[in-house]
């Protein structure tokens, strides 16, 4: 069974930085564009940073210059390297894997990631 599991939410302070990590069990990995999405309260969810099999990233505007999305194919790892949080930035983060179309799309449950003083 396929899953995705994401860690390193939590509440940091404006300004502040924090990083997200995902482990996928998912085989052939490296296939994956990895991505990270967001969802705010009463906002759809959101692309926040993807990045493809050949690493290349694309992200939101909102948090280009801040954020940093990254892959470890070994460890079947992928990271958000989150810095100069504002309050925009409170949502559930959500960890994807999208092999379509050889392979399937895939969700983790999500971590909150809070920014406020």
């Known amino acids: 069974q396929v899953q995705l599991v994401e860690s390193g939410g939590g509440l940091v302070q404006p300004g502040g930085s924090l990083r997200l990590s995902c482990a996928a069990s998912v085989s052939a990995f490296s296939f994956y564009t990895m991505g990270w999405y967001r969802q705010a309260p009463g906002k759809q969810r959101e692309l926040v940073a993807s990045?493809?099999?050949?690493?290349?990233?694309d992200y939101a505007d909102s948090v280009k210059g801040r954020f940093t999305i990254s892959r470890d194919n070994a460890k079947k790892m992928t990271y958000l390297q989150m810095n100069s949080l504002n309050p925009e930035d409170t949502a559930v983060y959500y960890c994807n894997a999208d092999g379509r179309p050889l392979f399937r799309n895939y969700w983790g449950q999500g971590t909150q990631v809070t920014v406020s003083s």
């Open positions: 990045i493809t099999r050949d690493e290349r990233t």
